[in-house]
């Protein structure tokens, strides 16, 4: 065979999404401010080799997909078809738009958003020596099979063994002529298109290729807690070598509580930059980031003297340290309006400068969001709050181009902490300056919706 054929590749987005419970099809699920299925495509649109792309979903839902995609930034996006009542009668469907029986065709779940390039790569190689593929990894569980009384009747050894993924990969022509073998059998059954193969052509080799683990399918709804954790790891919006800290010159900052601590060198770390910064807090400026009236006359004097805004930090936080049964009232409220009311407060007010500059919102949370500690409870609650905050506005505010992250910075040197904890031994803390510069880099990424862990090491 030769690999001069057209590469299409089609991607399955006929779920309903039952399990994930949200009540939309999960391909449409926001994580890391996009649509799962957006993720997808703009991966498999912006592969070189990949000369057109082929939607096939649910009817329904197609309206609702056109809403969210750029037809500019998925260019090889050339039809959206409705699928089929099963998976089978939709890669039937999706053989009649795909042309040539040389074609090489990549079938690939729309909720697998981690597909990379490697593994598109090695299906197109593939399937010039091969005329069908499987993608597929090893599996780190012993896979056991049972009979009908549900206990052990084969254990086969693992080495052998493999869990499937996708893209699955043919020739136009030879996955043709499996289904028209099939639909000659009236107890045709598959749960997928290599299995077609394998049952209705026994003579046809299926080459497998190797998958990751990362390459996941977003199923059950904690797989979409596990798919936002791989978008902030695979996402290279704070390493050095992706973003240039150059390109916050004259950028219009706003930092709430930038006269210590990391808010300081935020606003110090900014400035160096370029950037121009206006900070206010309590000690600096009297504005009381519980007030909306204090809020609204900072933000007026920051529109009043920077002619907009484009970057919103708010570092503002107060760590008390008291069982729930013997806080006192007082410092239960300035807890839960500090950590928790304030940062919304100011998400509304800044929102209409934001929107007009399609820019960034940053709020700061701890490592006491992901457990409650004794001792923590309000903390580590408001703490949670702003992450569920911060992962809202993302999706809330994604159409209008503004960006919500947060930042999630490990011990920090901060007075803050060191009145709660008193001295502690330096390497095992960050510094601020080291907080303030992931800030930076973070804004300057195309993360949206992200806690970014920020660490010693």
């Given at each position: 065979m030769t690999s001069s054929s057209k590469n299409i590749a089609v991607v399955l987005a006929g779920g309903?999404?039952?399990r994930v419970g949200l009540g939309i099809p999960k391909q449409l699920i926001r994580i890391a401010g996009k649509p799962i299925m957006v993720h997808t495509l703009e991966t498999i649109n912006d592969h070189p080799r990949i000369d057109e792309v082929i939607v096939m979903m649910h009817e329904d839902s197609i309206p609702e997909l056109e809403k969210v995609i750029d037809r500019d930034r998925l260019h090889k996006l050339s039809r959206t078809l409705p699928g089929g009542a099963t998976r089978n009668d939709t890669t039937l469907r999706a053989l009649d738009a795909v042309g040539a029986d040389d074609t090489k065709v990549l079938f690939h779940d729309a909720v697998r958003p981690f597909i990379d390039d490697r593994i598109i790569d090695d299906c197109i190689d593939a399937l010039d020596d091969y005329s069908a593929v499987d993608t597929a990894i090893v599996s780190a569980d012993t896979i056991?099979?049972?009979d009908a009384d549900d206990c052990i009747d084969q254990m086969p050894a693992r080495a052998v063994l493999r869990r499937g993924q996708t893209p699955q990969a043919f020739r136009a022509g030879t996955i043709r002529a499996a289904y028209a073998k099939a639909a000659e059998d009236p107890d045709f059954a598959a749960t997928d298109d290599c299995g077609v193969v394998f049952n209705y052509l026994p003579g046809t080799p299926i080459k497998v290729v190797e998958g990751?683990?990362?390459?996941?399918k977003v199923t059950e709804a904690i797989d979409i807690a596990f798919a936002d954790k791989i978008f902030q790891m695979r996402k290279k919006g704070v390493d050095a070598d992706t973003v240039d800290l150059a390109d916050l010159a004259g950028k219009r900052v706003v930092v709430f509580g930038g006269s210590y601590g990391i808010g300081l060198s935020i606003a110090e770390g900014f400035a160096e930059n370029g950037s121009v910064v206006k900070t206010f807090s309590r000690s600096a400026t009297g504005t009381d980031v519980r007030s909306r009236k204090s809020i609204r006359k900072a933000v007026d004097a920051a529109?009043?003297?920077?002619?907009?805004i484009d970057i919103v930090v708010i570092t503002a936080g107060v760590l008390t340290i008291a069982p729930?049964?013997?806080i006192k009232k007082r410092d239960m409220v300035k807890t839960i309006n500090t950590n928790l009311l304030a940062p919304a407060i100011i998400a509304r007010e800044v929102y209409p400068h934001l929107e007009a500059s399609h820019g960034d919102l940053v709020l700061f949370t701890s490592s006491s969001y992901t457990r409650g500690r004794a001792g923590?409870?309000?903390?580590?609650?408001?703490?949670a709050g702003v992450v569920n905050l911060t992962q809202a506005l993302s999706e809330e505010w994604a159409d209008s181009g503004v960006s919500v992250n947060c930042i999630n910075p490990q011990?920090?040197?901060t007075p803050m902490?060191?009145?709660?904890?008193?001295?502690?031994?330096?390497?095992t803390l960050l510094t601020p300056e080291k907080v303030a510069e992931a800030t930076a880099r973070t804004v300057l990424s195309e993360l949206t919706g992200q806690v970014v862990d920020v660490t010693v090491r």
């Open positions: 309903v999404g039952e056991i099979r049972v990751s683990s990362e390459n996941m529109v009043a003297e920077l002619g907009g729930l049964t013997t923590y409870s309000l903390y580590s609650a408001t703490k011990r920090t040197a902490r060191t009145a709660a904890f008193g001295d502690e031994p330096a390497d």
